[in-house]
Structure formats: C-alpha cells, structure tokens
C-alpha cells in the first residue's frame, strides 16, 4: 500500500518562510540614506566646494542612481 500523502511535495511559499509577506518590487530594498554612495559622495563634494549651481550633472546622476533603485525623486 502506498501512502497519497508521501507522494505530494508541497513547497513553503516565501511568506510561509519569513513570516512575512513578500514585499512589493517597487519598494526600494535600501533606505534612501545608504543608496547610491558613490554618486552620493561626487554629488556633496561637488556641491561643497563649488556651489549647487555648478554640479547639475552629479545631482542629475546620483538622481538617476536613486531612480533606478526603486525611489521616486
């Protein structure tokens, strides 16, 4: 005799395996402080010593970074 319940595999889903519910993909993995730290970092530097005005292309950059880790700037 063979057992039915033996021959069904059933796979835990992920929420089953953490406990919580998968998070949604459009929600970054990262807080937006620790995203991006290197155009972060070119970003500041420039800002610092040569005025906002001047680094549109590093703000624009580390905007783009941000972007396309998930945040809506």
């Given amino acids: ?9 059933v796979t835990p889903t992920a929420e089953e395996k953490t406990g919580q519910a998968p998070a949604p993909d459009t929600k970054p993995k990262k807080k937006i ?4 730290p290197d155009t972060k970092r070119l970003r500041d530097e420039c800002i610092v010593e040569h005025g ?22």
């Fill in 52 to 73: 906002e005005d001047a680094c549109g292309k590093w703000i624009e950059a580390h905007r783009l970074c941000l972007r396309a880790e998930g945040f809506n700037v």
């Fill in 1 to 9: 005799m063979e057992n039915s319940a033996s021959a069904t595999t």
């Fill in 33 to 36: 402080c620790c995203a991006c």
